[in-house]
């Protein structure tokens, strides 16, 4: 598979005239179709990896390239999903999954003459998260795990070739939580759309993802790379198996050191003040 998502040695400040750095000699690469994972401690700079990634935001240092382009602005071919829906409550389900072909292209120039062929898009959408019956509901009506199914459903709408998603799972009930696993395993092995994943969840990682980097605390940068080989589908019995419990307790021990080395680098630099 070639490269689809590279990063070269990325840095982001945010400020010009802050001294800390978000990013600082990130370098990652993501082979098309892949499902990688993004993990590290809290304010490691894995948002703002998503936000470079989009487009969203410029690097300061460095490269990033999407699809053998280098980005210089926001991006066509990305569907995004954030830990809450942001579902427009006046908006009924179906509506709400209609919305990204309202505003991207080509989607929002056929949308008019093209509707019923969108429509049934929306529909088979739902069907596959289970959501077929609730198509007329408004995002009020429906509980957390169903909004959620709805946002991922949005997020696909207009078959992009990148999937960001960001915590997506993170505000949920353990047990919804794994179901959703397995919705989103499900969708990816169907369609194989690029997905990059942002979670603090190891688990979710290693059950969902092709590879997983590491990254260190602030400024964050990739530490480490993990492929993961177990078999598809994946289930929860995976979470079981030894190999996966390994690979979650080596990701956490690395994770661990990252937090230690940057508490002591804080508290060196408080000594020094």
Known sequence: MPEFVSLQDVSLRY?????????????????????????????????????LVTGLKRATGGTVSVAGKRVNGPLKIVGMAFQNPTLLPWRRLLSNLMLPLEIVQPHRGRLRTHRGEYIEKARDLLRTVGLEEFEDRYPW???????????????????????????????????????????????WMTRKFTTVLVTHDLREAAYLADVIFVMSARPGRVIATHQVDLPRPRNIETTFDPHFIDMVHKIRNEIAQVRSEGRAATARTLKAV
């Open 15 to 51: 400020d010009v005239s802050e001294s800390t750095l978000a990013l600082s000699g990130a370098t990652m690469s993501i082979k098309r179709g892949q499902f990688a994972a993004v993990v590290g401690p809290s304010g490691c700079g894995k948002s703002s990896l998503m936000k």
């Open 141 to 187: 009506m429906l509980s957390g795990g169903m909004q959620q199914r709805a946002n991922l459903c949005r997020s696909l709408i207009h078959e992009p070739e990148l999937l960001m998603l960001d915590e997506p799972f993170g505000a949920l009930d353990a047990f919804t939580r794994e179901e959703l696993w397995d919705v989103l395993q499900s969708i």
